[in-house]
Each structure stands twice: as C-alpha cells, then as structure tokens.
C-alpha cells in the first residue's frame, strides 16, 4: 500500500488567505522553519496504477498538479483516481469535489448523513451521478473501493460539519457524521482520522497495533484559537482533540502501540508547524511525525 499526504493543513491551509498569526506570517515570508501547506487530503493507492482520495480539498487542483502519480495517464481523458471518500462533509473535505467534475467518472463513497449532505446541496450535481455514483457505505462493512486496498470506517466522537451547524448539534458524539478510516493491503494496517473530538476507549482499540497512525493534529490547546484573538471556539467545540495536556492525544495515545504516529489536519495557529519550536520537539520526543504535503508512506 502507498500513501500520499496531499495536504497536511487544516480548513484555511498554511498560511491562511487572510490569517496575521505569527505562523502564516512566517510561512507567507517563507521562513524556512514553516512549510507551507494545503487543506485535508490523502491518497491511497494498493497498485500504484489506481488511487482512492479521502477527502477532495479546496486545494485539489494544485496537490494533483503536484503530484505525479495522480496525472492522467491514458487517452484524452484519464485520472488514476477512481474512488473518492469523504470522512466528514466539512468544506475542507467537500469543496474540491466541485473540481472534479468534467465527466470524468469515479465513485464517491460516504456514510448515509454525509452523502445526505452532499445530495442535498444541489451544486455537489456538477459531478455529474450519471459519471459519479454516489455510494452508501455502512459503518463496520469492509469494502474495496480501489483493487487491493480493504477499507473499514468507523465513527469517533465528532460532531456535524460548520456548514450544517443548527441548535440541535451536539458534540462529541460518536456519529456517521465524522468517521476514520482503517484501511488494510497484504497484512499491514493504516488509520487515517482527521477529525477526532476525544481519545475514548474505542478509538484507543481501534488504533492499537496499527502500522501507521495519521491523526487529528489540529490544535495544541484547547483554547488555542480564543488566546490568539482568532476565534472564540476551543478545539473540541470544533470537533477537535487538542495534542497536549493530560486529556491530549499525544497523552491519550501514548500507551497505544502503533508503528508510526504521524499529525495532519494541523491547523495554522499550532506550534508544532514551526521547525525547533518547543512544541515541535515535545510531540516529536512523544514518537509523532508531524505531516508535510507530499509526504509518502509506504507500507
Ligand atoms: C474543521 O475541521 O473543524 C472544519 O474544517 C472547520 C471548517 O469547516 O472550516
Ligand atoms: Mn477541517
Ligand atoms: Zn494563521
């Protein structure tokens, strides 16, 4: 199995269109110690020749541009993507379907409230379903959207997508609304949760033993955002564990066997994007990767 990071950043990206925070400040001067990076997005793929993309960023065009295995290959029209699966409908995760339109066909996995989502937005219709099969998938069933790769999903605690947001919202629940992915190829495993509200018991079992871990790296602390003067939601009212503290994933995580534990969905207010920074070298002493784009993995 490969893997590639398309984009290692959260909604907004590294640095964000109209962010002043020290961190897209470096990035935009092109401090070498901050990579820049794009929004949400992985690619898999089980023999090189056709790849799944889990999550279809706002940034889509640009990581497929620069990434070669992702070119067309064949005839006039071609793309080696043939399956597209979203973990959550939040507009980091949806936006880029909006780029792959041009009758180009693949199918589209979701959970039930996900594609609910998407069928209910009727500018999702640019991907044409007569090209773009819109499939349910339930949660626990194994299934093969790509040959090779066997991909389970399952919920984490989470809550429904920015956009979708009413009175009636809840947090932190285990839902279809936001799921992770367990994906395994010739006996080795990877999990891929971008979004995760806390560690609980069931996500702990679920990553155990894994090959590689990519997780939710969001934020640092909880009160990250309202400390910076740039929001006033914590991290976990976004549907986001923070990384440190004794209720943190790298605390929650820490007796959890798992062959590389590797941060994406990190957004650009989190310390850990500035090479050398306290908090860079204290996940990093914790065993953490901290993903880049274009990162490849394989296992
Ligand atoms: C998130 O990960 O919390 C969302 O992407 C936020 C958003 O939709 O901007
Ligand atoms: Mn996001
Ligand atoms: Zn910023």
Redesign the pocket.
């Known amino acids: 199995m490969e893997a590639i990071v398309l984009g290692s950043g959260?909604?907004?990206g590294v640095p964000q269109w109209n962010c002043r925070c020290p961190i897209c400040e470096m990035a935009r001067a092109g401090d070498p110690r901050v990579l820049p990076r794009t929004q949400?997005s992985l690619a898999l793929s089980g023999d090189g020749e056709n790849w799944l993309l889990v999550n279809a960023s706002p940034d889509i065009r640009q990581q497929f541009a620069e990434t070669r295995s992702l070119h067309p290959r064949h005839g006039a029209r071609h793309s080696p993507i043939s399956a597209v699966l979203l973990t959550n409908g939040?507009?980091?995760?949806v936006a880029g379907l909006l780029t792959l339109r041009e009758s180009q066909p693949f199918k589209l996995y979701a959970t039930q409230s996900v594609r609910e989502a998407v069928d209910a937005n009727r500018i999702f219709s640019v991907c044409n379903p007569d090209f773009v099969p819109r499939v349910p998938i339930v949660i626990g069933e194994a299934f093969e959207p790509v040959p090779g790769l066997r991909v389970e999903l399952f919920t984490v605690p989470g809550k429904i997508?920015?956009?979708l947001e009413d009175e009636t919202m809840k947090i932190g629940e285990s839902t279809e609304n936001t799921v992770g992915l367990e994906v395994t190829a010739d006996g080795r495993r990877l999990l891929y949760i971008p979004?995760c509200a806390a560690v609980t018991p069931a996500v702990r079992e679920r990553i155990r033993g894994a090959d590689v871990l990519l997780f939710d790296g969001?934020l640092w602390t909880d009160s990250e955002m309202i400390e910076a003067g740039l929001g006033t939601k914590t991290a976990r009212r976004?549907?986001?564990v923070p990384l440190s503290g004794s209720d943190g994933s790298i605390a929650g995580l820490s007796d959890v066997p798992a062959g590389r534990r590797i941060f994406v969905?990190i957004n650009n207010t989190n310390p850990i994007l500035v090479e050398g920074s306290d908090e860079r070298k204290s996940a990093e002493a914790s065993g953490w990767e901290i993903g880049y784009d274009g990162m490849r993995i394989d296992l």
């Open positions: 959260a909604g907004g949400s939040d507009v980091d995760h997508a920015l956009w979004g969001t976004m549907g986001h969905h």
